[in-house]
């Protein structure tokens, strides 16, 4: 069997983690895997005879993902780097890495505070930066999500792809933060180590958290997308697996043509641009595919268990035909399903009912909270008498229409109606919807 050539490995370590990286490289070349290239996504490696070969990491701040291959510092410091015996490998932004098969090679930073401020200058344009507006981004979206309120709130979090989102935006901020609180954790040390003499801090957290939370991640979306299409709800997931699937595409394809247009010596300014006007083609493109698949967003939901039809109440004004509507959804916290029916002749009269059904025993309350803040309605409670509930709530409007919240353990019933329920009218709704 012909042996591969190449391997492709997903690494996440970060620009500060050079010792790791080192090591690590260094342990592929004596498994027969010498570094490459450096990918958006993946690292390439290239098949050779297993031998001891030495990498080492160096800096360059004044680069950017932009800049050719080939500048006049890059150029000075790979002649140095030659001189001294070292290969250039490759780069990843402002990071230099070359190797060496000598058995003891010359070392490529010998003043570890000038290591050390290079690193910080590097970190600060490349990493510090895109990381604390991505914070921040994360921080207003989370804010966002939280200030939502009343009946909406709960119909959130009846949707799958509500609490997905709300878990991945969450998760996403705690790496952020994790990644910024990692590398000032660095700083600290490195900057105790360097003042007594000694090298930068050695730290390999950030690659070790990036790999549980790649797992985590995962997990959570296996869960997502096997859950929704479980329950019927599978448009939603399968509208997000394509928008994630062109959002990497446009990713690796912008990686591409940033690095090919670098090897062809093309300017930073000229390959920016190209860049940026590539980039703005594409998401169009995407656009145009998205909104042909909003239609997966829009699906027929399940119809409920059972309608507790208008004309089966006793105190219903009009026998005369009704017609039904309905929509609902379910995520593993609660179950919505909202029936609207109107009287189709005259036509004035309505009953509208919503059901909420928690999954866990603290939620009840606290839906039944947050129905009671819609509209800014006036509530008064009301005895249950013979009703199956802990708690009725009563409101009525200056146009006759009345709303009536009945509250259980594991159901609540909120009921609009157009006219005036009895109470076993309530008992017929709460029992059978």
């Given amino acids: 069997m012909k042996e ?31 570094l490459e290239q450096v990918g958006n996504f993946f690292w390439k490696y290239r098949r050779e005879d297993p031998r001891a070969t030495s990498y080492a990491v160096t800096y360059l701040p004044e680069l950017s993902a932009f800049d050719p291959e080939v500048t006049s510092a890059s150029r000075t410091l790979d002649e140095y780097c030659e001189e001294a015996g070292w290969e250039k490998v490759c780069d990843w932004t402002q990071m230099q890495i070359y190797r060496t098969d000598q058995t003891d090679p010359v070392p490529l930073e010998t003043d570890e505070a000038v290591r050390l401020r290079t690193i910080r200058r590097s970190v600060r344009k490349s990493y510090l930066l895109p990381l604390g507006v991505l914070l921040l981004l994360l921080l207003w979206i989370l804010i966002s999500l939280v200030s939502i309120r009343g009946s909406r709130a709960i119909a959130f979090l009846s949707k799958p792809d509500s609490l997905f989102s709300v878990c991945v935006t969450l998760l996403a901020f705690v790496m952020v933060l994790v990644h910024l609180l990692a590398y000032g954790v660095w700083v600290l040390r490195s900057a105790r180590s360097v003042a007594h003499g000694g090298p930068c801090a050695a730290s390999r957290f950030c690659y070790r958290f990036d790999n549980a939370f790649l797992v985590l991640v995962l997990l959570l979306l296996a869960g997502y997308v096997i859950g929704s299409f479980a329950s019927g709800q599978g448009g939603p997931a399968a509208y997000f697996l394509l928008y994630a699937s062109c959002i990497l595409v446009m990713i690796a394809a912008l990686g591409s043509l940033r690095r090919q247009l670098r090897q062809e010596g093309v300017s930073r300014w000229g390959n920016r641009t190209a860049v940026i006007l590539v980039d703005v083609g594409m998401a169009l493109v995407v656009g145009v595919v998205m909104s042909f698949a909003t239609g997966w967003l829009r699906q027929t939901p399940s119809e409920p268990r059972q309608i507790v039809r208008a004309e089966s109440l006793a105190s219903v004004p009009s026998g005369d035909g009704w017609d039904d509507l309905w929509d609902g959804s379910t995520s593993p916290l609660l179950s919505f399903q909202n029936v609207r029916q109107y009287e189709m002749y005259p036509g004035e009269n309505f009953l509208l009912y919503r059901v909420y059904e928690p999954r866990l025993s603290g939620l009840s309350s606290w839906c039944v909270d947050q129905l009671m803040t819609d509209d800014a309605v006036s509530w ?40 005036e329920l009895t109470q076993d009218d309530l008992a017929v709704l709460y029992e059978n919807a």
């Fill in 4 to 34: 591969k050539l190449y391997k492709y490995r997903m690494e996440s370590y970060q620009l500060f983690e050079y010792q790791a990286l080192e090591e690590h490289l260094e342990r592929m070349a004596r498994r027969g895997w010498q």
């Fill in 380 to 419: 008064k409670e009301e005895s249950a008498g013979s009703l199956p509930v802990d708690n009725v709530f009563y409101a009525s409007f200056p146009d006759g229409d009345e709303r009536w919240l009945l509250a259980g353990n594991q159901k609540i019933l909120c009921v609009d109606a157009s006219w």
